[in-house]
Nanobody, 122 residues
């Protein structure tokens, strides 16, 4: 069983930046995807970004392309999500998850963290 712990959330003004981290309790194989999802109040959870292996493959939701960056440190079993040029609509609880394949489909992810809150003011 893999435990995931997110950190780095907080409150920022529009245009600001945050760096989220997700640490896994055990080794995450390079053929497994570490992904980030978010859920705003009253909305469904949606895929934000994912990174496979050593970073040779990544995906981003259209709404965050060019603003968010994902990276992974396999030695630390940690995935990062750099959030730049934040907008109020980015306000949500952000979750990381582990899957055998990189996609924005929630049902493909096996392990989930508890989430970290990101709030973007106007």
């Amino acid at each position: 069983h893999v435990q995931l712990v997110e950190s780095g959330g907080g409150s920022v003004q529009a245009g600001g930046s945050l760096r989220l981290s997700c640490a896994a309790s055990t080794y995450i194989k390079r053929n497994q995807c570490m992904g980030w999802f978010r859920q705003a109040p009253g909305k469904e959870r949606e895929g934000v970004a994912g990174i496979y292996g050593t970073g040779g493959y990544t995906y981003f939701a259209d709404s965050v392309k060019g603003r968010f960056t994902i990276s992974r440190d396999n030695a630390k079993n940690t995935v990062y999500l750099q959030l730049d040029s934040l907008k109020p609509e980015d306000t949500a609880m952000y979750y990381c998850a582990v899957s055998g394949s990189c996609s924005p489909r929630l049902d493909e992810y096996i392990y989930w963290g508890q989430g970290t809150q990101v709030t973007v003011g106007t």
